[in-house]
């Protein structure tokens, strides 16, 4: 499977620092399936800072992507989404949605989404409802909010920037990259912070 991350300018460092550390490492990956490659694409191959003033050198152009069924698109929050720049990605999700590709999308994502009237019939979490409501005249999908942490709609996942964990944990589930009780040992290790799902980690990978 690749994963493909799109980076742009103020990226939010820890709304996929979860998703890529696991997804790069492969660590707890199960190892009986083809590895994962995690690949950064963005407009061009220049770089871009994120808003911890890293620099991302995307390894693609989007133009030079041809994406297969089953891939993983990610969408990371930024503070730069509604810039016309991102049109170029925004513009195929629903192509992409209908060609089996899973759509992840966290935090102002979600916004960009919505302002291309994408969420007017899925289910979905973002920001707030009325935040939404606020900036997107294009939306009409109130009925389809859902306040939870991460929400999945067929091949879409959506997720709230306070929820970096669930909207990882749900992106694994949905690919299934993990084995069944090792992510479930995963996430709740990091959630509760209790050794014990650390030594069931450990023995879910034997």
């Not at 950064?40 to 994406?67: A, C, E, H, R, Y």
């Not at 209908?98 to 102002?108: H, Q, R």
């Amino acid at each position: 499977m690749n994963a493909y991350l799109y980076v742009l300018n103020t990226l939010a460092d820890w709304e996929i620092g979860y998703l890529t550390a696991e997804l790069n490492s492969g660590r707890y990956l199960d190892k009986t399936k083809s590895p994962v490659r995690l690949i950064k694409i963005s407009n061009s191959t220049d770089p871009v800072q994120t808003m911890g003033g890293m620099l991302i050198t995307p390894d693609k152009s989007v133009d030079d992507i041809s994406f297969k069924d089953s891939d993983l698109l990610i969408l990371p929050g930024a503070d730069t989404w509604l810039e016309e720049s991102n049109n170029k990605i925004l513009d195929i999700v629903c192509d992409l949605l209908e060609k089996n590709v899973i759509i992840a999308a966290i935090c102002g994502a979600t916004v960009a989404l919505a302002k291309k009237g994408i969420l007017n019939n899925r289910k979905h979490i973002s920001i707030a409802k009325e935040y939404l409501k606020m900036t997107c005249p294009e939306y009409t999908g109130e009925q389809f909010y859902e306040n939870r942490p991460a929400v999945i709609d067929g091949n879409l996942i959506t997720a709230t920037g306070l929820a970096p964990l669930d909207f990882t944990y749900e992106i694994f589930k949905k690919t299934g990259v993990m084995k069944p009780e090792t992510l479930e040992a995963w996430y709740q290790l990091f959630k509760t912070k209790e050794a014990e799902y650390f030594y069931s980690l450990m023995e879910s990978l034997n």
